[in-house]
């Protein structure tokens, strides 16, 4: 590990520049370690303390830079990097979200899902950095199209990371004196993916990284949210309000209970998959003639959307398959009547405010738009191809395509250069996520390529019941997962299975703790059950 010396405040006199010196400065070529054109600070400015309560930050230096392409016509990496007045000695990257295209605030939490009320990197006192991924979002034009461009489009499957990670360190060093002494990575979503990413590719850059609900290929994932959005394209099978409610309603009554207690979680997943039968909801007849009941063309869909699904090639996930989505578990909006996040909700799912269509709405679920754009810009390279149409089993023609464009992500599960370089690695999702079963298939072949207690060794993977991608209405996760992963590299402490998350969503401040995966929170029979004291790690 990076050597963990002593944390001073102030820049070295001797050694480092200030903040107004930062403006201008050059970084060459032969400082980043994947090729660029070299990178430039464009500003660098004193940014007075600010933030409340747990996130309030000190004033520090405002970094704002560009690293330019090989490839003249590739846009830029912007990115910037926050050096705090009270450097703690540290360093922590952010990671983006979706097709990126934006820089992750420094400065608040909008971008660290299940951390959005915990302390913040700055407000700890860490150097902290993120980029755009190296492409910028435009109005008109879909967020995409930047893939038609090869080295932006390997920019943004990872490449970025590492470049983005050179600059920062070299420029900490120019105003510091000095590297940091420990470096973590915290992201969510598509930034969970390049967690996992710069543990694959990068391991000497990092002591310890937090990958949350990894979207680890897109490719992969793209496949399934369009697998979904076909089926729900299909004339009678999207659902409305009133049958989602309807439908959430009944996994409830048959599930929440099997965790000991009805209290609107549903903790016992794996049973819950195998004994909840949507059949049981089918109208007479299996016709659509009520909002109580489900037709045979809705039911159709819940199992396409829900069952995995067989390729004839192989992504870069090392299979020839796609798992589907817990699509029971989840509530789509509806679910839960008057939940303060149901519109997110519903623009998460699988079924939005309208069907899928072609061309896209900005009705449709932003899963399925994400999917869409991937599809048409980084694969078939044709604004104008329906997506919808595309047979996904065989690659519709294209499937060598498609398996280049998966193979761009990091898609390694021998983590062992991670884990012999001491890191640590805090990985977690939540069971009603669309892309849940990646993280446990993740997890599955981790185990499988390196063995389960080398695996054990430097891994912590967490389900957490009710949480779905981003807003919840069963249950929101708040825990601190900076300080989590702060005190397993520097001072030895295994999380195991003793973290305790708090409820944003559900039942507002109540707690559970958090188990590692396959275990689930069991109520003990006793005991108030909005207390994580009342509940057990079990396995069955």
Not at 11 to 27: F, M
Not at 112 to 130: I, T
Not at 403 to 417: G, K
Not at 418 to 428: E, Q, S
């Amino acid at each position: 590990m990076a050597a963990f010396g002593s944390f001073g405040s102030e820049v070295d006199p001797a050694t480092g520049r200030k903040c107004s010196d930062l403006a201008g400065v050059k970084i060459a070529v032969r400082d980043i370690g994947l090729p660029t054109g070299g990178a430039t600070v464009s500003s660098a400015v004193p940014v007075s303390a600010g933030g409340t309560g747990d996130q309030t930050y000190g004033s520090h230096c405002l970094v704002s830079g560009e690293i330019r392409p090989v490839d003249p016509a590739a846009p830029n990496i912007k990115f910037q990097l926050a050096l705090p007045e009270k450097w703690n000695g540290k360093a922590a990257m952010l990671g983006g979200a979706g097709l990126n295209g934006f820089i992750p605030p420094l400065t608040n939490a909008s971008n660290l899902w299940g951390s959005q009320k915990k302390p913040l990197p700055l407000s700890k006192g860490y150097a902290v950095f993120s980029s755009d991924s190296g492409h910028q979002n435009k109005a008109g034009e879909h967020p995409a199209a930047f893939g038609a461009n090869q080295e932006a489009l390997k920019n943004y499957a990872g490449d970025a990371l590492k470049k983005t990670r050179d600059v920062a360190v070299k420029l900490i060093n120019s105003h510091y004196g000095r590297a940091p002494g420990r470096s973590y990575f915290i992201g969510y979503s598509k930034g969970g993916g390049e967690a996992l990413a710069v543990t694959q590719r990068w391991p000497a850059d990092w002591d310890g990284v937090v990958a949350g609900a990894p979207g680890w290929n897109v490719t992969a994932v793209a496949l399934d949210m369009l697998k979904a959005a076909q089926a729900v394209a299909v004339p009678g099978a999207w659902l409305n309000e009133a049958k989602r409610h309807t439908l959430y309603t009944a996994v409830l009554e048959a599930c929440d209970a099997l965790d000991g207690v009805e209290d609107g979680v549903i903790s016992n997943v794996r049973v819950c998959e195998a004994r909840f039968d949507p059949a049981a909801l089918r109208c007479p007849l299996g016709e659509d003639t009520s909002n109580a009941c489900l037709s045979d063309v809705q039911l159709a869909t819940l199992k396409k959307i829900h069952d995995p699904r067989s390729l004839s090639y192989v992504i870069g996930t090392g299979g020839s398959t796609i798992p589907g989505y817990p699509v029971y578990l989840a509530d789509h909006g509806g679910g839960v009547p008057g939940t303060v996040h149901k519109e997110l909700l519903t623009q998460v799912g699988v079924y939005g405010s309208t069907p899928p269509a072609f061309p896209p709405t900005p009705q449709m679920p932003l899963g399925v738009s994400l999917a869409d754009g991937v599809i048409r810009h980084m694969i078939v390279g044709d604004p104008d191809f329906n997506t919808l149409t595309m047979d996904i089993t065989s690659g519709g023609g294209m499937a060598s395509r498609i398996e280049a464009h998966s193979a761009l992500f990091s898609n390694t599960t021998d983590l062992s250069r991670f884990m012999n370089r001491g890191g640590k690695l805090l990985l977690w999702t939540g069971s009603a996520e669309p892309a849940a079963r990646t993280s446990t298939h993740y997890y599955s072949r981790m185990q499988a390529a390196m063995g389960p207690a080398q695996v054990d060794s430097f891994v912590r993977f967490y389900e957490i019941p009710g949480a779905q991608h981003g807003p919840s209405s069963a249950f929101q996760p708040e825990w601190d997962q900076l300080a989590t992963i702060e005190n397993w590299v520097e001072k030895g402490t295994d999380p195991a299975n003793t973290i305790v998350a708090i409820d944003d969503a559900g039942v507002p401040g109540r707690t559970r703790p958090l188990c590692m995966f396959p275990d689930w929170p069991k109520y003990n029979g006793s005991g108030d059950v909005n207390d994580a004291k009342s509940f057990t790690c079990a396995s069955r």
